[in-house]
């Protein structure tokens, strides 16, 4: 199990987690900076997420696409604020409509990973926060979540086996 | 690691809230509007602390939440917008546990490949 520590956080709103990964730094930057890998694992298996543009630099866009099992298709922009390769990445997650823009009164959740090395592999802590309960609870009726514990459960029933 | 849609300690917390008369009126109080510590605290023949005590259990089981404002703490309560929020936030919990073990799945399958190439030479 890779993940150290969740934190869930009801009255600020906010997820932060630490994760341990057996690989070098600049492996699990690559999760990141390289769309191709990012896109496989961003959206659950039954939303996989397409990136489209990817512009880790402070103030680019990153922009994807996540498509369901009725072929409905959900677009999301990423604002990137802060960039240092291979450590530090924070932006803004919001999800926008078919021309790529963020929608107005759409939640919009602010990511903050941070990498360091740390024994022989890499430590990852990644915090998320709403801005508001109204952010959250939208943010939950999108649907795109749908399947989502069930995917973890049946990893887990995988592992334990 | 067993992901519940709502922990079984989290209802015992609710449970065991909602056990208690004076936590019951409290909750009602906080329905009816946005009372401060200080002014339940004057409505029960009991001290400010232990009134403060039976906020923080109604608080721990996500029945309230309080709110600094000036000098005052305010007790309010959404119940069913405290439920919604904690499914929210479950919910994302979930979703970068998955994230998370995908990660772990494709570093996994980057390491394999560079040790089968070193192994056999071929990439």
């Known amino acids: 199990m890779s993940i150290t520590s969740v934190d869930t956080d009801y009255d600020n709103l906010t997820v932060t987690l630490i994760a ?18 990012l896109e496989r694992w961003w959206g659950p298996p039954t939303y996989p997420a397409t990136f489209e543009k990817h512009d880790l630099s402070p103030g680019g866009e990153v922009t994807y ?14 604002r990137v604020t802060t960039v240092g390769p291979p450590t530090s990445l924070e932006f803004t997650d919001a999800f926008a409509d078919e021309d790529r823009t963020p929608i107005a009164d759409m939640p919009v959740s602010t990511v903050r990973v941070r990498l360091t090395e740390r024994d022989a592999g890499t430590r990852m802590e990644m915090h998320s926060k709403f801005e508001s309960r109204e952010d959250l609870e939208k943010w939950l009726s999108t649907g795109t979540l749908e399947g989502q514990q069930q995917a973890v459960s049946q990893m887990d029933v995988l592992l334990a086996a | 690691m067993v992901v ?94 998955g994230r998370v073990d995908r990660m772990s799945d494709l570093l996994a399958e980057g390491t394999e490949r560079a040790k089968s190439s070193t192994t056999s030479g071929a990439g």
């Open chain 2, 4 to 97: 519940d849609e709502v922990p079984t300690e989290v209802v015992d917390e609710v449970f065991r809230a909602l056990a208690d008369p004076t936590r019951r009126d409290i909750l009602r109080r906080c329905v009816a509007g946005e009372p401060s510590v200080s002014r339940l605290a004057q409505a029960y023949p009991m001290s400010f602390a232990a009134v403060q005590k039976h906020v923080a259990v109604l608080e721990r089981a996500g029945l309230v939440t309080k709110e600094r404002r000036g000098r005052e703490q305010l007790v309010r309560t959404d119940a069913g917008a405290v439920g919604r929020a904690r499914h929210a936030l479950d919910e994302l919990e979930a979703a970068w546990r």
């Open chain 1, 20 to 37: 341990d990964f057996d690989a070098p730094i600049d492996q699990v930057w690559e999760l990141w900076s390289d769309p191709r890998k």
């Open chain 1, 65 to 78: 696409l996540m498509t369901g099992p009725e072929g409905d298709k959900h677009y999301g922009v990423w």
